[in-house]
């Protein structure tokens, strides 16, 4: 008896999203089965306003009908039009190969407001105060307002120019965070969506709301402030439904009132400051006196893009209490009070503190400490990142900021009355809410702290957009860093909904001329409209890799022109399709940024045009990949034969008839063979010269930001999977695991930020918490653990399962929550046997290379691999013995000489 359930109701990725404005959202659900072969043959999809007309099958917006199909996730909604606001309930009913049939739970999504005409709310906010450079009071704004009737249902609709904290009724509304996120103002703003109807009663009520000046109006980068508008604004439209049938609305407009409190400044770069002494109890509840509040200010609403929030919100996650009790650093003046929290993390402290009334607690942050112990804050450049808490003193008071981050691991007090003990701080960990979808693990601790590090990297560095770094004054959505981690990304946590965000501001940051550029958002600091070679190309590498593992082919089609446009754009600006040639007017780029070997720099390391031509071939090809996905056969045909020409352009500059690359540089080496930029037959000499540099360098690399991705893949590809270990067990730098010894918790900018012969690094860029060299965790989860999937059918719809044990590593496993459900690949060497445990999720499958030597028997759970149910035998080389599996879990088992 097989059985088989269907549930995990997802459309546009989120479970039951409230407020989304995609005309045609797409639904996924998952098959559930413990037996091998679970695989759909057929569903139906059935969408009705309410859910007893789901379940009654009456009234319904869309009867997909029975359709003879495994597609399982992004099924396109085709039923009737959607209105603003309006919920839909959904099910599915599924049919499986063994006759099974399946009835999920039903769903709902909700839609936002979808046209202009839906805002009837205006854009207020308080007069200007401050300037480009100084820091101003956060604006408190209220308004109440009398419900008569019971409340049957109510959405809150907000969205503000700068951060809203919203409350009503002194509840905080939701758990986001730095709302409504960043997006380049100039064009598009986001809304969120709340769902209110438990904060409000009959009577008076009260919305409450703070801004903070945020993205918008606060400092980004080395900017300055008010990079985008002068002073933070707000937009609220409260939609109250009544049991008797009747609406209400409650919006922002000029009958608000507002107040200067006890937020003296907000920046997200130099932090907060609070006088606790100017609070107004009892502000955001009903009853409180606003006769001191002024009118709030109107301003015209800007000619911009309203729209829904795409990706996920910033939270709240764990909490982290210093490791010890603080060291105390005594002066004549003050004493400093040194918290080691034990992980280089994001966000703020919660202050714990009782004193006289007007004490002021400064805060300070720091990613590592001086020799003698003190905070080392030389790498936050401009940024202050200092709070300020000014007591009230009327016993134990508790604090945290609201419209700031710091990137710390330890923290500074200073002017605490009397002597903190431990719980005096708490560590407050924020970032983008992906949630986590890999493990892994192995028999090497130092690599599981790197792992570590690299997962920490990346929380730290998913804060709404994908930054470069958090603690000093930069925190750009540098597009380089982006395109060189996403693959690991989208292993560790689930990144679809968020790069789905960030590839628009992609888009929106586009040049007239089409190159993309090195940061998005655009905030006008750069003045860069084009990244260069692999900064600019993350336009067309992340929605590809976001295709290649959530199988997500309408990013593809939304920035199908765009991507056009930038390499139409490359084939003007280059010459002879070498891009960035030596005398090109334009930005030749970062070069091979923060490689050793001179890199980046004008006098050596690999040379900027090589770069970009290897880029734009590879770009080339990819947009060709793209094209015939989409159905667009002569594009696919036209970008081919670009990338042939590109590719000749390379072998006739670059390469020598003796499989050389110029320069002779890794990261050439690396470019050439992982873009297939060289003759087939010249192939291993390059892989060999490639090979020959490492070990002349003592097995060490000397790749940067662009060849470090690759390098290990390039090497295993060429067959010296042992190097590519010896390079990742590396201890002395550079190398991943010299800072894991240094007793790193996250990645490091520079592979030399802190060396123990020369001390810090340059503290004008050095930070302690830059995933782009976390890249190596696509390889660990790929080639370690062996868990990858198939171009050809992606979102893993086809895994390719493919551990390649080496390193002296005994043991290893990485599990990785993909669309379809749970995939594992456990494997351990026990007594001469290798013994591999899998997981392929139901309603895929997997080809497993089973590293057995030639003619060594192969068990699968006890009895020979091809007699076992749901196993294919499909070939043998020198290596490995390959099968092919249906899902379920399998274990294998084979005898190692
Ligand atoms: C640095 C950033 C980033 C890098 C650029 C080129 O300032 O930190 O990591 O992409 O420069």
Redesign the pocket.
Known sequence: MTTVTVGHLRCEYLEQPLGIDVSRPRLSWRLFGDQRGVRQTAYRIVAAPSADDVAAEQNLLWDSGRVESDQSIHVVYDGGRLRSRQRVFWRVQVWDAHGNVAISPIAWWEMGLLRRSDWSASWIGAPLVGGRWTTIPAPFLRRSFTLDAPVLQARLYITALGLYECTINGQRVGQDLFTPGWTDYRRRVQYQVYDVTDALHEGENVIGVILGDGWYCGHVAWAGRQNYGDRPKLLAQLMITHSDGSTQTVVSNRSWRYAFGPILESDMLHGESYDARLEFPGWNMPGFDDAAWQPVDLFAAPDIAMVATRGPTVQRHEELRPINPPTAFPSHQVTRWVFDMGQNMVGWVRLRVQGPAGTTVTIRYAEALNPDGTIYTANLRSARATDHYTLRGDGEEVWEPRFTFHGFRYVELSGYPGAPDIDAVTGIVVHSATPPTGEFSCSDPLINQLQHNIVWGQKGNFLDVPT??PQRD?R?G?T??AQVFIRTAAFNMNVAPFFTKWTQDLEDAQSPEGAYP?VAPLAGISGLPDGGPA?ADAGIICPWTIYLCYGDTRLLETHYPSMQRFIAYLERSSRDFIRCYEDYPGFRG?GD?LALDGSGRTDGGTAKDLIGTAFFAYSARLLSRIAAILGHQRDATRYRRLFERVRQAFITRYVTAAGRVAGETQTGYVLALHFDLLPPELRSAAADALARDIRARGTRLATG?VGTPYLPHVLTDAGCLDLAYALLLQRTWPSWLYPVTQGATTIW?RWDGWTHDKGFQDPG?N?FN?Y?YGAIGEWIYSTIAGIDTDPEQPGYRHLILRPQPGGGLTAARAALETMYGRAVSAWRIDDHRFIWEIVVPPNTTATAYVPALEGTPVQESGRPAEESEGVTFVHRDEESAVYRLTSGTYTFEVVQR
């Open positions: 470069d770094c930069e750009l540098w380089g860093d090195p900064w970062f940024w930001f900018e860029m930070s830059h782009a």
